[in-house]
């Protein structure tokens, strides 16, 4: 069990129920980046928790965004304040049933931060294995909501499923959650609709109004390069987080000295080619505003320079301070083109530099 603290506050990670802090307000979900129809499905256990902490500093909530009423918590019940509980599996249960290592948008760690931004205070891990698969929707209910995580309340996507074969809908869980008179809360499923432009124009004709945001989605666009899209099922931009390691060294020989970043080997990885990028030093901020540092990043082979692995390379702007070591946030924000091989170091020399004009005036239009 982990305790990850940052900026002041925690999330507490259990890898399993019985780990967990107790009693629970629940979201019940994949949750793999974190997108916003998934922070819709975790809002109403957020609401239930700010609402209680309100009451006890004698403020009165000013608006109820919640389609149900909030009712004033009895503060001398003998009953212990619900932690606002993100529940998910690991491994991704799809990789259980084939056996293949699955990229994620939002590898634990990432997960943890997103988690711990939106006001969650607790993670907890469900191992997936045959015991946990086997499970009916009857059993899952008692042994692990009502047992092991104390539940209070539950929130769930309408198109949410459980237990063995996933033979339980949001509706089954909403009747048997009833028995132990524990409500659940079904969230509709927040659709491309809900993002739309003011003007209602898509900036990608190939969806449409009525796609649902979902996880799939946001990793089709990202395979296909689509970053303003993605950036808007996320709700925020795509980010790649790594450490700075040594690499080849070859840039700064052409005048564009980069960062080479490892990754979690579990997260996924936008198509491959040339990124207009906003990126964060981690360590790096002088004041309580972070400072974003404008750059172009490389995804792929390295072709030109006969690369055998899959690299990703960052390239700042207005920057010449050592890197290795130090933690890149990187926001992916345009890109630019795909990756390709260059005759020369000095037909790459110059492609990037074209590359880091393109992004500047992205930047300077856009951002």
Not at 175 to 180: G, M, P, V
Request: charged share 20%.
């Amino acid at each position: 069990m982990l305790n990850l603290s940052q900026n002041g506050s925690s999330v507490w990670v259990a890898a399993a129920a019985e780990l967990a802090l107790t009693p629970t307000a629940v979201a019940l979900g994949k949750f793999d980046g974190v997108h916003l129809g998934h922070q819709r499905v975790i809002q109403p256990i957020l609401q239930s928790a700010i609402a209680e902490q309100r009451w006890r500093n004698g403020e009165t909530p000013e608006v109820n965004l919640s389609p149900h009423p909030v009712t004033a918590p009895n503060l001398n019940s003998p009953q212990k304040r619900a932690y606002s509980t993100v529940v998910t599996f690991h491994p991704h249960p799809q990789e259980f049933f084939t056996g293949q290592p699955r990229a994620l948008l939002t590898p634990l760690d990432e997960k943890v931060e997103l988690l711990r931004s939106l006001g969650v205070e607790q993670l907890v891990l469900l191992p997936f294995d045959k015991e946990l698969s086997a499970l009916s929707p009857e059993e899952f209910v008692e042994k692990i909501l009502v047992k092991q995580l104390q539940c209070q309340k539950i929130s769930v996507g309408q198109d949410f499923c459980f237990g063995k074969k996933r033979e339980g809908t949001a509706q089954d869980l909403q009747s048997l959650a009833a028995k132990y008179n524990i409500p659940v809360t079904i969230v509709p499923i927040k659709t491309y609709t809900d993002e739309l432009p003011p003007d209602g124009h898509s900036l990608d004709p190939e969806l449409t109004a009525d796609d649902r945001i979902s996880t799939s989605l946001i990793r089709q666009t990202l395979e296909a390069g689509d970053i303003p899209q993605s950036n808007i099922l996320l709700g925020r931009p795509y980010t790649l987080t790594g450490v700075v390691i040594p690499g080849q060294k070859l840039g700064r020989t052409i005048g564009f000295p980069t960062a080479n970043l490892q990754l979690p080997e579990d997260k996924f990885l936008p198509r491959s080619g040339v990124y207009a990028v906003q990126v964060l030093v981690r360590g790096e901020a002088t004041s309580t505003t972070p400072t974003m540092i404008q750059g172009v990043m490389n995804i792929g082979n390295r072709p030109t320079v006969n690369g055998t692995h899959r690299a990703v390379e960052v390239h700042l702007f207005n920057w010449s301070s050592d890197l290795y070591g130090k933690t890149l946030i990187v926001q992916l924000v345009r890109f630019l083109r795909p990756e390709q091989k260059f005759s020369s170091l000095e037909a790459l020399r110059s492609q990037i530099q074209q590359d880091c004009a393109v992004a500047r005036e992205i930047f300077r239009t856009e951002c």
